[in-house]
Nanobody
Framework: VQLQASGGGLVQTGGSLGLSCAAS????????MGWFRQAPGKEREFVAA????????YYEDSVKGRFTVSRDNAKNTVYLQMNSLKPEDTAVYYC????????????????WGQGTQVTVSS
């Protein structure tokens, strides 16, 4: 599956942004879909993931209650709604097709989108 992320930008602290990730191919619904992020000088880290049908989600602790992951299998798209953004959320955000439920490991991704920059100003 090929992934194309979009929707990043510059926002002030406390603001909101929505990211989208469009997938090509007919296997989208067979993947757990995830979002990761990578700040300068840091390793890529897990943010959120959603199950095959979109009925279950899990999040990294620092984004719980602020970020919401969703998917639309008819549109082959996964979303990440980010609210109450903080400067520490600044990073390049990547969508990923994950090979297992419950994982937070970048190594468990079968495919990556190209990344979209999110910058939160203080």
């Amino acid at each position: 599956v090929q992934l194309q992320a979009s929707g990043g930008g510059l926002v002030q602290t406390g603001g909101s942004l929505g990211l989208s990730c469009a997938a090509s191919g007919r296997t989208f619904s067979s993947y757990v879909m995830g979002w990761f992020r990578q700040a300068p000088g840091k390793e890529r880290e897990f943010v959120a993931a959603i199950s095959w049908r979109g009925t279950n989600t899990y999040y990294e602790d620092s984004v719980k209650g602020r970020f919401t992951v969703s998917r639309d299998n008819a549109k082959n798209t996964v979303y990440l709604q980010m609210n109450s953004l903080k400067p520490e959320d600044t990073a390049v955000y990547y969508c990923a097709a994950l090979t297992a439920w419950g994982t937070q490991k970048p190594a468990d991704s079968a495919s990556w989108g190209q990344g979209t920059q999110v910058t939160v100003s203080s």
